[in-house]
């Protein structure tokens, strides 16, 4: 299989012209910043704006009659379903996520010479699905308290934007199996706590059913991460020649 890392004409670091970077720190020297100031003016920036902001979003009310009646029980009994929807949202939308890395992963799986010895092709597949079906048991979770899965929660709008470096990734053409993987193992590691915390939540609510199911769904992310943390530490060791 291709390596992921070979000597080749990087001319990114100083020492690739030595001259030049002593022509360079000189003219830093000669030329400084045209105005005073370090980074506590940017904080300082960066405190005004965060004390005039408004919250990245809301969550919107229960759009169907029995969420209503269920929202307002929740909230009798002094819980806050709010909280939990926002989370549910947003393990939607990473699930939905979680499909399309596996999708891009696939396909650089397919074409990458090699790569379905250490990765199977069909075990993507399976983890692929397996997203997929997360995604519809959060969506039939969320619909059964009332609330509307396509609504972005705050939650899932940070997700998304967290995400969005893992989407790049794993889309780019240039980058290795062993590199897309890197980023499907973020992924993973984020997937596997979410679930717990959404659990934790469930169960806290009194949503025993729904916990149950997501155990299921967590059983099925331990053991992505899992596999996905092996074929990763396989590909970094045999790029450094040191695999067994
Ligand atoms: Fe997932
Ligand atoms: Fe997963």
């Known amino acids: 299989m291709e390596r992921s890392t070979d000597v080749g004409l ?4 100083v020492d690739m012209s030595p001259i030049d970077t002593k022509e360079m720190l000189a003219l830093s020297r000669a030329t ?6 370090d980074e506590t003016s940017m904080a300082a920036v960066r405190r005004e704006y965060n004390a005039e902001a408004e919250d990245l979003g809301s969550i919107p ?3 169907t009659l029995k969420g209503v009646a269920s929202t307002a029980m929740q909230k009798l009994t002094g819980k806050n379903p709010e909280a939990f929807i926002d989370k549910l949202g947003c393990r939607l939308a990473f699930e939905r996520t979680g499909v399309r890395l596996y999708d891009a992963l696939i396909a650089k799986c397919s074409t990458a010479p090699g790569a379905d010895i250490q990765v199977p092709l069909d075990t993507l597949w399976t983890f692929r699905n397996q997203e997929l079906q997360h995604f519809k048991l959060v969506e039939a979770a969320i619909r059964s308290i009332g609330a509307d899965p396509t609504a972005q929660t705050p939650s899932a709008d940070v997700d998304g934007v967290a995400s969005m470096g893992l989407i790049q990734v794993l889309t780019d053409p240039r980058t290795s199996v062993a590199q897309c993987l890197e980023a499907i193992l973020i992924a993973e590691l984020a997937d596997n706590d979410a679930w717990q915390m ?4 469930a169960e806290k609510m009194g949503m025993n059913d729904m916990a149950r199911d997501f155990r299921v769904a967590l059983n099925e992310e331990d053991n992505h991460l899992m596999h996905v943390r092996q074929w990763y530490k ?3 060791l045999e790029d450094a020649s040191l695999a067994s």
């Open 61 to 63: 009310p229960p759009g």
């Open 10 to 13: 990087n001319r990114t670091g």
């Open 32 to 37: 400084p910043a045209s105005s005073g100031g």
């Open 198 to 201: 959404l659990i934790l939540l």
């Open 234 to 236: 396989q590909l970094v």
